[in-house]
């Protein structure tokens, strides 16, 4: 089989250079071409010299559509739209890593990102898809809205329990923590190294970009609409979320049934690891790798569940989860390119 | 005046070291005596040579109550009894670090702790005492049961809306996050560096012995039996607490009124800092210092409040709050050498 | 091609696991058993939850090696020469990573580790081999010792130089700095958290085991006998070190012959890479991986060369440069299974 | 006595808060203006809100030199001068903690700093001052240039083999580390957080501005002219610098003579530490503090002393000896206000 013609439009973002590295092993895909405004005409290894001698092609600011198989786009909210729109035309597949096409609502879409969708028929013909949840919603759509980090991390630890309709409504609390790769490559004062290490805090607290679309999954899956509240923090780590996630339970059920319930409904996903009643999910396990670990946990004095969904933000939270949704465009295997195993430390 | 002569039972584990720290700069306390089972014999500074020449006290393993007026011991659950015991008999005050004299109820204790409270009258001659919530309990009584680390964050971040029952019966989450140096001065696995560096995960979810504690103080703040889902989880840096307590509140209510609230309850306290509506608590401006600050934050599309308290675990946790306690007890101002500026980094 | 079984001796310690991770995805390998005194009858998922899933094996305690290709020992020192008796009686090929098979010397072997070399002839059939300096001294030998961790670093650091004689006498002065890994899984003081947290410390120094190995090495380059001081440093990160090696030159030279050198020696070696004159060499961009990033620097007003030499401690360090010999003994190309990228962040 | 009236100006960069904070607590100084040009009619508090309901001073942008008896200055190279000059024709006194008034030579100074003294007279009238090696150079000039981080842990770590003349000519490296805080407040690609965690190297090998300001100091202690090789590294923590120094030695001696040269030579200094032979200093027991730690080592088989010396970069090496410059310009102990004790973690 011919390889799949691989291009990234803001390739020396985080996310960008984490396709590059993870497009650059899978044995079916390659790299065609890289796009970046910021260092036009710079080899990506004189950015990431780690990708010295590995992956030294020079970053065009031209039109890469026509050279490629599949876009990737990773760029801030609201311009992935004129790409998606190109890419369309021309009949290249593509997987956006921003937030452009993750809402249904552009009302909502307007409230948080303050822009509008500018071509609805473009989000007709796109689908948002955490292929463990949504891959039967993918029918040959020319554009997927790849996840966010904490919704993936989020949506994967409630969904038994959503299908299940077993949360009481308006329970569910979010608490999750996020490495500080997931603020992105840009300079700012709390990702200046002294400010944010041996430091801890939460951040936009209950207002942060990801709650709607942590509540279209959840009320998709539950079929009435939910309300979480969500609170992020910063964790002084590199990379990983976890996500401590409290509900109420609708109906008396023990920890075991519970726990029963999430196993079985991961029975035969690769990518999700449901831990033995006990354990506990912790991200080093998972970092590194597409893998989502799941520790299922039940407060018998308080009715209250805790689901703890811990996951790497940058490989199963954005360039994995893209790669697996690839995968699923071009009839591969799910894991095909992605079977890294997590390092021990 | 004549200086208050400190003896430290456990002088070598963490919290009694700085408690070493902290009295050695205390003006109107001096260190009479350091006792360590396991040291003994050496320089507490040969133990931490950070106190070379600063504090090179012999540690002893003998009776040191006679030769001071008030003994901290900061002990494994279990042992602190018979040191009670000593001291009430001398008329030597105490003021214990562990778990031993914070439960009022003997059966509490048993059930979590697995041992018994051998000598009922030493208890009822204890009193529990975070000050800026308890001082007006502390009439005399021999002994104060330090709180616990993470109960005192807790306590200080609801004990505004406790009062004001403005809590959902069970509806209290409690989310908190310790830095290392909470697990202690043993070697484990768990804290064993490559295994928490780059790590991050909750532990005893649903669990956690201080969680009578916390219930204690709760239950008797708002008049209720309050039970809560606590769930720690361990940072990967050295001090710091940051508990995240999400509510849902009983009135209708906004966040101004919240904040306002909150701001009235502590508008006397010295190490308690509100901070502004909009800002958010963040571990690093609180550590090496006596200072709590909360943050107050209301989700409105909930109707659910998030407290935000944090203080560093050592100081305010274990070993500032000692000695807040021991400027009460003998009628000092409580912040006396308690009046350390957390460094900007 | 039929794939080589693996055993591994030691498989619970920090390389062993290393080995089992980087095992499991070699497309001409296979792991065939794994040993450990420790965890008998547990799996290493157990162990080492990342593995969940994807290494399940059960740990033996047994004699492992006639199920095996080649057997990996990664134990403490000491303990190597009965397993090497048992390969080579059978006719399997084995790989030490530990100090056993490392020094020449008997003599050197009892001053520094306190132990004897009991079969002598063993030694006699066992080459050390950093491949890219020694691979010409493979000649079918059935054990390969391999190199420590802060020795391959500064002996890729040096050899150009040593070849070329352009080192003064008795002037290298090796600075060495390695992440808390090569510490290896045993809790010990200095590897508690709160301990090498904020830290930074040499140790053993001008002490270290790893001493008279790197003179070996550099002694055998240079065809005379070279003394070195050297001073390892504990980093408070996982993996990595970093080498900073200073010597006087013997002839007047200029850094861009200084470079060039450097860039031809290594022109053909894959996993060694010269950095730019200019660029200085980072571990963050080799961690994960089996590179070796050199930069090479000039001070003029003291005729002294600075080598910056980095690898990851745990992979060119140990497990992937074990790998590489592997590959070695078997006639496979050097870098079969090694291909990994190493990530940006 | 009046307190000392303090003016700083670069108040918010991070050796200006460090100096807030300190002061703040000094018994015999109070602070009277703090002057940003950033952040002019702001609270200090906030900008660090560490420092809330402790120092809510508004930071001015005018002439502050009239409302102190002694202005601190903190600010870019090139910048100082002109404050000098007002502090002079005031007759207020001036700590300069950049880099203005430490280089004796207008010549070098241009040559790494590439600005010209522009008031030859204001240098004459200026004294460099580590107070443990020259407070009898100071006899009442207006000006101390504050020595830099990096030349104050190595200017004490060498000066009593300088002293000594026990140093080969021209066989000095020093191999130093410092924490992130070093390179201050903004923000910058190597200290953004995902750049700098889990990650070491060298910057500026051989080509520190520190350069010149060792050299300098070194040269007077020995009386010959000494050449160094320096090389800096930017260490994954916050504070502290450790200074590994290596030289060869003139005559023959043992590490006892060696070690009790330096215990002799700081015998009486109460900020300076000299381990016990065998012991090694670690910065973790110098943070916070206004100690520098010094062990002594030797290398006998390659006749090499190894000197480990760590102080903290923003105490010891920049706002604390600043202090204690003040507390010697006022005819106060030097150790003033500068009691902190290093915490244990």
Known sequence: MKKIKVGIIGATGYAGVELVRLIATHPQ???AALSSVSYEGKKISEVYPNLKNICDYELE????????DIIF????HGLSEKFAKKCVEAGVKMIDLGADFRLDSADEYTRWYGKQYEEKALHDSAVYCIPELHRNNYKGQPIIGNPGCYPTSIALGLAPAMLDSLTVDNSIVIDSKSGVT???RGLADNTHYPNCNEAFAPYKVAAHRHTPEIEQTLSKLSGTKINVTFVPHLLPLNRGIVSTIYFNVK?????QELH????QFYAK????????LGEVA??????YSNYCDISVHYDDHTDRAVIVSTIDNMVKGAAGQAIQNMNLMFGLDEDCGLNFIPPAF
């Open 29 to 31: 895909a390659e790299l």
């Open 61 to 68: 600011n031209e039109d890469i559509v026509n050279k490629c």
């Open 73 to 76: 786009t990773s760029l801030p």
């Open 182 to 184: 997931g603020a992105g």
């Open 251 to 255: 109906r008396k059920t023990i920890a």
């Open 260 to 263: 029963a319930l999430y196993e």
């Open 269 to 276: 996903e690769k990518f999700v690891r449901v831990l033995k």
């Open 282 to 287: 912790n991200l080093r396990n998972v970092k």
